[in-house]
């Protein structure tokens, strides 16, 4: 390469590295300093993983607070309705010598990178991207080798590198991202990326800290940016000699054919307790614990309900279309990433209420059989087969308008309804007199459930008999008066 040559350097503030959809259905990539100002022009990021849409995001909002520290609330609202970020607050993307802090490449400082691993036991830049097929992946069909003869373009190493802040795994020799690396994360997405971007920001971010790219030492204490930036991995990429098609995207140009890589900073903590920083973060779900997606060992009923659910009840406080992410990951290995929808969910009470429906189809359905405490396997296995369709349409009926409770009930009715009669028409034994007996049980058995869950209030549970009894116990002998 040339020292004249900018892919020497690819600096992420000009080179077009970005996944972006025009507002107008135009997809193209963009850098840094036209992501923001021209934001509002922007309809989303578009990256294919879905993970990477997130990190970007959180990636950008970083930027911005830097190029606009001690943004305050007043602030905040003048950009409501606006078409653009305003130039002032980008001095330091904008001038003829762009911030070298952001070089993905050359000889001096790299973005997000320590120059100290330089010349160490190089591994494969498929370790960058956990879905490229690289030759220690087991479940791909294609496998690529160690040998040095494929290589990544920069802004493919740039999307890794920033997934990295967010989705990190962790074992012995590397630590976990700034959250763990199974945490689910939910953003607002606006109209555009300009309101995406400010419904999104940090609610206390005066105090916003040090930007990460600035430094290779860890923030203390950590700011909004490096919360947002977070630097999991020491790395050094290793640039190939010549010119080719990336192994990833297939753009042609520059190639990234290994890397060095080592742990980087440690995973943040308050006061000792990981916890206590967990809630500051204003984008992961939290149900005391960071929220998950189910491993690829759960059962396909349990991978259809229960990452939405949680979804839904965890961001509750969001207004407007929300979107969840979350990874599947099996020690160091991704397996698998979601993206839930959800746009109009607005009755938390409809989703708790068909949570307790469908907690208790199982019941519903030993109830259709002669011995009902039986466990009734076949029933289970059925009920496993047919819950991917029920929640789908439960999904799709839960963002309707609001209804009554009435016409709710019969919402429900008609998703379960089929699903009840199914299962017990292919499981119960006997006469077809007798199996269409069991149906009607069934049938009826779920619409007890049905009005007894829709006549109690969304989380108030069912008082136990001796609740309103007082303590009668005896006192211990020789116990004080």
Known sequence: MSPTDPSATFNLIEARWIPVLRTNGQFERVGIRMALMEAGSIRQIAASNPMDNVSLLRFLLAVLLWCRPGLDEAERRGLDGATRIPE?????????????????????????????????????????????PGADSVNHMRHVVHDGSYGFCPACCALGILRLSVWAPANRFYPASVNPSSAAYAVVEGK?????????LPHD?????????????????????????????????????GRGACANCGQPGVLVESLCNDGGWPTPKTEGRLKKFWELDPHLLIDGEPASLPGLGASAAVHASRFWRDAVRLSAGLKGRVVAVGPVVNKFVF???????????????????????????????????????????????AVTMLTPDAEARVFAVLQAPDPGADEGLLLLHNVYGPLVERVVSSTA??????????????????????????????GQKKSAPNAAKPNRSRRKKGAAS
């Not at 980008?90 to 802090?101: D, I, R, S, T, Y």
């Not at 555009?192 to 999104?200: A, E, F, P, R, S």
């Not at 040090?210 to 990429?237: H, M, V």
């Not at 746009?343 to 109830?367: C, D, I, M, T, Y």
């Open 335 to 381: 397996q698998d990433a979601a993206r839930v929808v959800f746009p109009r969910l607005r009755a938390q009470s409809r989703v708790e209420f068909s949570q307790k429906v469908n907690e208790k189809l199982r019941g519903v359905l030993r109830k259709a059989t002669p011995n009902a405490d039986r466990q009734h396997p076949q029933m289970h296995a």
């Open 205 to 241: 971010a005066t105090h916003s800290g040090e930007a990460p790219w600035l430094t290779d030492q860890p923030p203390d204490p950590q700011g909004a940016i490096a919360c947002l930036a977070w630097r999991p991995r020491r790395l050094w990429l290793n640039v190939a000699d």
């Open 429 to 458: 034994r006997g006469s077809p007199l007798r199996r269409r007996e069991a149906v009607s049980r069934a049938l009826a058995a779920l619409d007890r459930v049905l009005r007894t869950a829709a006549a109690r209030p969304a």
């Open 88 to 132: 002032g607050w980008l001095k330091k993307l904008v001038g003829q010598q762009p911030e070298p802090a952001f070089n993905l490449l050359g000889d001096g400082v790299r973005f997000y990178q320590d120059s100290s691993l330089k010349g160490k036991e190089p591994r494969p830049i498929a370790d960058l991207l956990g879905e490229f």
């Open 192 to 200: 555009d990326l300009l309101t995406t971007m400010i419904v999104n």
